[in-house]
């Protein structure tokens, strides 16, 4: 199996930038696809980022042109950096590990990380 836990958030203003962590740890990191969730309080959550196992990436219309994941399998960590943050990017952050290997899903989180986008 696959933990992960999520480090960086944390109190910008609006237009601020911020960085997000995701370390793993288990077997076979580079084989998962990557993904940054997010939910706000009494909201669904929602995909940000996406970066599949061969390095291609996704993003949410909302986020697009602001935000970049990125991957570091050497040291099995993957990233989301934010930039031009809005108050609407407010919160809690989750990272994802998610694989199907011969029809058998893996899916794993992280316990989230706070971002609050506030003058």
């Known amino acids: 199996q696959v933990q992960l836990v999520e480090s960086g958030g944390g109190l910008v203003q609006p237009g601020g930038s911020l960085r997000l962590s995701c370390a793993a740890s288990?077997?076979?990191?580079?084989?998962?696809?990557m993904n940054w969730y997010r939910q706000a309080p009494g909201k669904q959550r929602e995909l940000v980022a996406t970066?599949?196992?061969?390095?291609?990436?996704n993003y949410a219309d909302s986020v697009k042109g602001r935000f970049t994941i990125s991957r570091d399998n050497a040291n099995n960590a993957v990233y989301l950096q934010m930039n031009s943050l809005k108050p609407e990017d407010t919160a809690v952050y989750y990272c994802?590990?998610?694989?199907?290997?011969?029809?058998?899903?893996?899916?794993?989180w992280g316990q989230g990380t706070q971002v609050t986008v506030s003058s």
């Open positions: 994802n590990a998610h694989r199907i290997l011969l029809r058998v899903p893996s899916d794993y």
């Open positions: 288990g077997s076979r990191f580079s084989t998962y696809d």
């Open positions: 970066i599949f196992s061969s390095g291609n990436t």
